[in-house]
């Protein structure tokens, strides 16, 4: 049954949890939870907005939902004769095209009609990230080879980005599709120009990068490897900003977005917890634990996506438990 964000309250239990990140404390409920997936769901991801929901699953499949009417829009299939198991999906900044991808295809679908607008078989390795910009006209495919392809739909011209040396773990891309940033297990995160394949800025880590994101107006990127080194840099001079500040050893981040005044980062992480920073200090301000996924013992749960809402007042999540669940940020902090 579908629930309305507006009158429904989920209640996560915090037994036993203790504190992970810095000072700040664990709050313990979500304002409000809408479920997506009966059973949990392989992966997600919510638009940059958090009006749509990208979510593959057990029973739905692949699904679009729209989370301001709470509405299952579309339900694509990559294959008639697969499970349609997609791992990897992105939806463009505008809301125009979303990118979905299993191991080894990858499909450009049309948000406003649903349609399928392009179909791509890859043959030399598994698709491992995913994005596409605004309009579509641009798709970015890392690949389990270390090699990241750029496609320019309009002019059909394909760069092959050959800079790293070992598996990508993570990719992004530009609204406009001029720049991508891509990680992998070589210890570097590259920031290059999709036109010419130059590298703009090279992020050195001591461990794997296993996630980078952007900001879609340019000012930021944030990488993180598998160990203690997540860092936000400056654009401008590619020199960092700050650094996360926790206290553990390892803390991966499965879900990054930055806000839309440039005050603050959302992550996600593969422990369900969701947690705010201040980019400029690296400090964090805020933690919540999503919903577990039902029948796990330990309770887990996987952060996939998270997104400001109500003008930064909110943060949506979507994540493994199969639910997508609102999150309300402290005026106090917001002030």
């Known amino acids: 049954m579908h629930r309305l964000f507006s009158t429904f309250i989920y209640i996560i239990a915090l037994f036993g949890l203790s504190?992970?990140?810095?000072?700040?404390?664990?709050?313990?409920?979500?304002?409000?939870?809408?479920?997506?997936?009966v059973e949990g769901s392989y992966s997600g991801y919510l638009s940059y907005d958090g009006k749509y929901?990208?979510?593959?699953?057990?029973?739905?499949?692949?699904?679009?939902?729209?989370?301001?009417s709470n509405a299952l829009k579309y339900q694509w299939k990559h294959n008639d004769d697969a499970e349609n198991l997609v791992l990897a999906s992105h939806i463009s900044h505008n809301n125009s095209h979303a990118l979905t991808a299993d191991s080894e295809t990858f499909v450009l679908w049309n948000i406003e009609t649903g349609d399928a607008e392009g179909y791509w078989k890859v043959k030399d390795s598994k698709v491992?990230?995913?994005?596409?910009?605004?309009?579509?006209k641009?798709?970015?495919?890392?690949?389990?080879?270390?090699?990241?392809?750029?496609?320019?739909?309009?002019?059909?011209?394909?760069?092959?980005?050959l800079?790293?040396?070992?598996?990508?773990?993570?990719?992004?891309?530009s609204p406009n599709g001029r720049y991508a940033?891509?990680?992998?297990?070589?210890?570097?995160?590259?920031l290059w120009d999709t036109k010419s394949g130059q590298v703009i800025y090279r992020f050195n880590h001591p461990s794997r990068v296993t996630k980078v994101a952007l900001d879609p107006q340019g000012r930021y990127a944030f990488t993180a490897d598998s160990k203690k080194k997540s860092v936000i840099w400056?654009?401008?001079?590619?020199?960092?900003?700050?650094?996360?500040?926790?206290?553990?050893?390892?803390?991966?981040?499965?879900?990054?977005r930055f806000s839309e005044d440039g005050k603050w980062l959302a992550t996600g992480s593969p422990s369900r917890h969701l947690t705010l920073w201040n980019i400029e200090s690296g400090e964090a301000i805020a933690q919540w634990l999503v919903a577990p996924r039902k029948n796990t013992r330990p309770k887990s749960s996987v952060v996939y996506s998270v997104s400001f809402i109500n003008n930064n007042k909110q943060l949506l999540t979507e994540s493994s438990s199969g639910l997508a669940e609102v999150w309300s940020i402290n005026q106090k902090i917001k002030g």
């Open 19 to 37: 504190q992970t990140v810095g000072c700040a404390p664990i709050a313990s409920d979500a304002d409000a939870s809408i479920e997506h997936a």
């Open 234 to 256: 400056d654009l401008t001079n590619g020199e960092a900003i700050s650094q996360l500040q926790y206290i553990q050893r390892q803390f991966i981040f499965s879900a990054v």
């Open 163 to 173: 800079g790293h040396q070992q598996k990508i773990n993570s990719v992004d891309m």
């Open 53 to 68: 929901s990208i979510v593959s699953s057990i029973h739905h499949g692949l699904a679009l939902w729209d989370n301001q």
């Open 128 to 136: 491992r990230d995913v994005a596409v910009s605004n309009d579509g």
């Open 181 to 190: 940033l891509t990680a992998s297990n070589d210890y570097v995160a590259y």
């Open 138 to 161: 641009h798709l970015l495919i890392g690949k389990s080879s270390g090699v990241v392809v750029h496609i320019n739909l309009a002019s059909a011209r394909r760069l092959e980005f």
